[in-house]
C-alpha cells in the first residue's frame, strides 16, 4: 500500500508570543547614545544653519559680497582636497605599477618558458598519436596510386 505520510501541522496561534520587557539598563545606555550621537549634533547644526541665515538675511550689500567670497573659498578649499586626494591615489597606483613592473618580469619568463614546454609537449604527443594515422593513410594512398597505374596501363 502506498500511504503518504502523515504531516503534523502546528496550530498557529491568533496571537504571536509577547516580546520579553527590555533591559532598563541597555535602554538607557541606548537613550544616551541617541541623544550624544543624533540629537545634539543635530540641534547644533539647526543653530548655526539659523545663525549663518540670519546674519545673511541682515547683511548689506557690502557684507553680502564678503560671505559670497567667504563661500567661494571654501568651494575651492573642498574642489582642492578632493584633487589632493585623487592625486595622492593616481601616485599611489603610479608607484605600485612601477613596483609590479621592476617584480615581474622574472616570474613572466617562468611563465613564459612553462607555456614553451606545455607548447612542446602538447606538439610531441599529438605527432605521436596522429602518426599511425598519417602512415596509414599514406599507405593506402600509395597502394591506391599502385592499383590505379596498373589498371590504367592495360585499358591504354
Known amino acids: 500500500m502506498d500511504e503518504s505520510p502523515q504531516i503534523n501541522v502546528a496550530v498557529v496561534p491568533d496571537q504571536p508570543a509577547p516580546l520579553p520587557e527590555p533591559n532598563p539598563i541597555t535602554m538607557a545606555r541606548h537613550h544616551r547614545e541617541v541623544l550624544r550621537q543624533i540629537t545634539i549634533p543635530f540641534v547644533i547644526g539647526l543653530a548655526v544653519f539659523l545663525v549663518v541665515a540670519a546674519l ?17 573659498v571654501f568651494l575651492v578649499i573642498l574642489l582642492f582636497v578632493m584633487f589632493f586626494i585623487i592625486t595622492a591615489i593616481s601616485a599611489a597606483l603610479a608607484v605600485l605599477a612601477y613596483q609590479l613592473v621592476k617584480l615581474l618580469p622574472p616570474y613572466t619568463r617562468r611563465v613564459q618558458d612553462y607555456s614553451e614546454l606545455a607548447t612542446y609537449y602538447a606538439q610531441v604527443y599529438s605527432d605521436k598519436t596522429i602518426a599511425p594515422i598519417v602512415k596509414t593513410q599514406a599507405t593506402s594512398a600509395s597502394v591506391r ?3 590505379d597505374a596498373i589498371f590504367s596501363r592495360r585499358r591504354r
Do not use: E, G
Open 145 to 147: 596510386a599502385f592499383w
Open 56 to 72: 545673511a538675511w541682515l547683511a548689506t550689500a557690502s557684507k553680502a559680497a564678503i560671505w559670497a567670497n567667504i563661500s567661494t
